[in-house]
């Protein structure tokens, strides 16, 4: 691959000098602090791109999310800002809960943010943004296994200025924003930023007619003084994200011809037992909810219009981020000394229809508050000495809750097997009588127990609730306390005129402590046991059939639930019982005995409701971890001349293990999963041409990926969740090429181009029986059927090919400058999870065509017109959720937005 990599890099370089005419006038040079000093971009021996402020605003960029038009080998993940996630060269992660972290270093004014929900809202007065490549576990610490993206702000200026831009468009665009700087007082500058930006988004709720589109709002104040051998800055940042209405689109396979292709219908269908009892869609039967006439009324009205769907409840997210930090850097004769502190609140708040339809089925309410206090201490080495250097200490504190509330409506599967369990019950359990009562539910004339019968009487009560707030509710707090703590350096020393060494390394040491807490309001014993399993045709009942109603499994599962109670209670308090007092050695699960004493624990206990039915997911956890790791690094860099640079460097990465969420089962729970850790090889190219009117940087990779950290719905013990795991071993190689040239006095034309092969070593898949998807096939688990081995699979979230085209111009007039920006994006091959199906989680290519035109008129005034995504591609996948077979299939899927055209005014006084 390296060998390949020189011979196209010296090729493509020979090319350029020998055929390209250019005006030769020299681009712009561009200082980054990446390596925690001033340098220019072309003199750090890394893959590194950076954007000006002003190349963001001109090239239409508002948020974090429309960087990935500018970096080709970067990509966004989740449903909405509160769930996002940020990928670089095929390393990222989908989880987005206090339990883990991002795979990629965030960074606001050299503070650390841990999640990528800080840095979604808008990009307002922005100095530039550096977006670093590789791991970077040396400088920049855990989590920056795929790189680290920084982001500064503009620093108060000693000249007093005003901005005011303003702008309106389609799809309901509106934004507003103001900055002031100047001096304050003696060596005292100050600088205010106001900002506000609300768009549609691509999908309406159509029954209260709200959109997904977000509204942000930002507003930060920072200071800045200096003495004769010190400056320090004081920053406050707030901002905030507010989505009316989260929704998206549910894809129901009815079969492999007419709705779905045959790839579509085996990876959604429902399962044979959810067919059996109607259910279209996850835990939902379409054609019992009082939103929906039939099942085909309700498929029709999705297929209707895929942007817009109707939800049964008030939808919303809101996210909401506080920063404050502050920094003094002493410049003493042989070092500068730097001491940053920072403190960081991210909150956020949301309630979601989870099956994506307007049936009273299943919805889930999150709060997630965190609080992150950091502080480093660094020194550097003077910029004129010959041996550059930097060392310091770093802490970093993280205290965090969770909660999830996941609510059952009466049109869910949980809730109407809890009422199917009242009626068996009511009647007698499995007596002629509890058949009776089960005609008449399934006939909807069973009107529930008598208020005398408590227990039974409260579980139909929540079973059938119609009010919201009196759904069955499972409750689910995390709450994490990590503290980490680390001591880094680096050095380059020159090894002769052209060549230079740089040598660095970090060690980290986490602890991550967690207390996680469940609860419900419907404990029991488990409806499942009692029906619909019992009552399921798929399971062999016939209601013509005694025989039928008591099974071998039944047998079982009525014999743990007994023995377990006779198991919790005294002796004494048994002999009192007289049922369970009856069982005895000679009792045989499923005789008279058995069916009496399971009845009687029924009515002690009541009928428990789904996802948390039973006491035995009741409880409290409290666990603590903890991990280390040494990050080393290696560069060497050879100068041939002034003009370019070679470079080879070796580095590794982690990332920190974590905690579970949203979990019903102890054991899961204490699991936790493990550490992420990766080795880096690259080797790359930097040079300038034509009195550097042309620059190219190229670099060629391999990574070695070892445990992996992905979240997975699976279904356990009848219940569906999110589980994180670890995936073995993964390996990625990649090549990035970087072309930009002014072809005239005001012309800049740039290319990027990045290719990515990522797939895994070792992952075996056993989140559900894949058998169902990939037909017959030997489990790659001993302990689950159907576990599949995905070697030699390509990752998720990673383009095989990327490309941008950008061109620049710029006419002076005797009005002003005509300023004129036109980008196209393409980005091939993505999938949304490790199964690659066309229309539900994987798109064959992304394009993007984005123009600008601006007049900046000589008075201070510029007139802005534009349009994104100016092709209007809009059935692109952005996300795609795959619901379990066993409860009911389908999916959610949500696209990019379409063409968005407006105009934008600004002027600077």
Not at 731 to 745: E, K, P
Not at 785 to 799: I, S
Request: proline content about 3%; hydrophobic content about 40%; aromatic content about 10%.
């Amino acid at each position: 691959m390296i060998k390949s990599f020189l011979k196209y890099t010296i090729t493509l370089s020979l090319f350029l000098t020998s055929t390209i005419s250019l005006t030769q006038v020299a681009l712009e040079e561009m200082v980054v602090t990446s390596q925690k000093r001033e340098q220019n971009l072309l003199d750090v021996p890394s893959a590194l791109q950076a954007f000006s402020g002003d190349m963001l605003e001109d090239a239409g960029v508002r948020d974090t999310n429309d960087l990935t038009r500018m970096v080709p080998d970067m990509l966004m993940s989740g449903e909405d800002v509160g769930r996002a996630n940020i990928w670089l060269r095929g390393i990222g992660s989908t989880a987005f809960d206090v339990g883990s972290e991002s795979s990629n270093a965030l960074f606001v004014d050299e503070v650390f943010m841990s999640r990528a929900q800080s840095v979604m809202t808008g990009l307002v007065d922005i100095e530039r943004v550096e977006i670093l490549k590789g791991p970077q576990g040396t400088l920049y610490g855990r989590n920056a296994l795929g790189g680290a993206i920084s982001i500064y702000y503009k620093k108060p200026t000693s000249e007093f200025e005003q901005k005011l831009k303003a702008g309106i468009g389609d799809s309901g665009y509106e934004s507003l924003s103001y900055m002031v700087s100047g001096e304050l007082g003696n060596n005292l500058f100050g600088r205010m930023i106001l900002g506000y930006q609300d768009v549609e988004g691509p999908h309406t709720e159509t029954t209260r007619g709200d959109d997904d589109g977000p509204k942000n709002e930002n507003l930060r104040f920072s200071l800045f003084g200096e003495g004769n051998d010190y400056e320090w800055s004081l920053t406050a940042d707030y901002s905030k994200s507010d989505v009316g209405e989260l929704i998206a689109e549910p894809v129901v396979c009815e079969d492999a011809v007419t709705s779905c292709n045959a790839a579509q219908y085996n990876l959604i269908k429902a399962s044979p037992g959810m067919v059996a009892l109607g259910i279209d869609i996850f835990q939902t039967n379409l054609a019992g909810a009082q939103a929906y006439a039939t099942d085909a009324a309700a498929l029709a009205s999705f297929r209707a219009d895929k942007y817009s769907s109707a939800s049964d409840l008030d939808t919303f997210a809101v996210n909401e981020d506080n920063l404050i930090s502050a920094k003094i850097k002493f410049f003493r004769d042989d070092y500068d000394l730097t001491l940053l502190a920072a403190t960081n609140q991210n909150q956020g708040e949301e309630r979601r229809d989870f099956d994506a339809t307007a049936a009273k089925s299943f919805t889930q309410s999150s709060f997630q508050k965190t609080n992150q206090s950091s502080f480093e201490l660094r020194w550097n080495s003077k910029p004129e000495d010959e041996i550059q250097w930097v060392a310091g200490f770093y802490s970093f504190l993280d205290y965090g809750d969770r909660f999830d509330g996941f609510k059952t409506g009466p049109e869910g599967l949980f809730n109407q097997g809890a009422a199917a369990a009242v009626a068996v019950a009511d009647g007698g359990l499995f007596q002629a009588g509890s058949l009776t009562n089960v005609a008449l539910f399934k006939a909807g004339a069973y009107t529930g127990p008598s208020t005398t019968k408590s227990l039974l009487y409260k579980t139909w009560s929540t079973a059938t609730a119609q009010d919201y707030d009196n759904w069955g509710t499972a409750d689910l707090d995390l709450r994490i306390n990590n503290k980490s703590s680390a001591a880094f350096g680096q050095v380059t020393i020159p090894m002769a005129d052209q060549w230079n060494i740089t040598l660095g390394a970090r060690y980290s040491y986490d602890v991550k402590g967690m207390t996680y807490i469940t609860g419900s309001n419907s404990v029991g014993v488990p409806s499942q046991l009692i029906a619909p399993d019992n009552t399921d045709p798929a399971n062999g009942f016939n209601q013509a059939q005694p025989g039928t109603w008591y099974t071998p499994v039944t047998f079982a599962k009525h014999k743990a639930v007994v023995d377990g109670a006779i198991a919790a209670l005294p002796a004494a308090s048994v002999l009192q019982v007289a049922e369970l007092a009856a069982i005895d050695d000679d009792s045989v699960a499923g005789d008279a005995d058995y069916r009496a004493a399971f009845a009687k624990v029924v009515e002690l206990q009541g009928i428990g409701i789904a996802p948390i039915a039973s006491s035995a997911n009741v409880f409290e956890v409290n666990k603590k971890a903890s991990w280390s790791s040494t990050d080393p690094k290696m560069t060497i860099d050879y100068k041939p001349n002034d003009n370019s640079m070679l470079w080879f460097t070796v580095a590794t990465g982690y990332k920190g293990g974590g905690w579970q969420f949203a979990n019903y089962f102890r054991d899961l729970v204490e699991q936790g999963f493990d550490p992420e850790e990766l080795e880096m090889y690259e080797i790359g190219y930097k040079g300038t041409f034509l009195s550097d009117s042309l620059r190219l940087s190229a670099a060629a990779y391999t990574y070695d990926w070892t445990d992996k950290q992905l979240i997975k719905v699976k279904v356990v013990q009848g219940l569906p969740l999110g589980i994180k795991q670890n995936a073995g071993a993964s390996t990625i190689n990649g090549l990035d090429l970087n072309l930009t040239a002014r072809v005239s006095q005001g012309t800049t034309l740039n290319f990027n181009y990045a290719y990515i092969d990522a797939q895994y070593d070792d992952y075996c898949d056993d989140s559900r029986d894949w058998t169902e998807v990939h037909g017959s096939f030997t489990s790659c688990s001993a302990t689950a059927a159907g576990a599949y081995q995905r070697a030699g699979g390509k990752m998720p979230w990673t383009p095989e090919q990327a490309m941008i085209f950008s061109f620049d111009h710029i006419e002076p007039t005797s009005i002003g400058d005509v300023v004129i920006s036109a980008s196209y994006s393409y980005k091939s091959d993505i999938a949304l999870g490790d199964e690659r199906v066309e229309g539900l989680t994987l798109n064959d290519t992304i394009e993007r065509l984005n123009f600008s035109t601006a007049i900046e008129f000589n008075n201070g005034t510029t007139l802005r017109g534009f349009c994104t995504n100016c092709l209007d591609e809009k059935d692109d996948l952005a996300f795609s959720l795959i619901y379990p077979q066993s409860q009911g299939g389908g999916a959610r899927v949500k696209y990019y937005p379409g063409i968005r055209a407006g105009l934008e005014v600004i002027h600077r006084f």
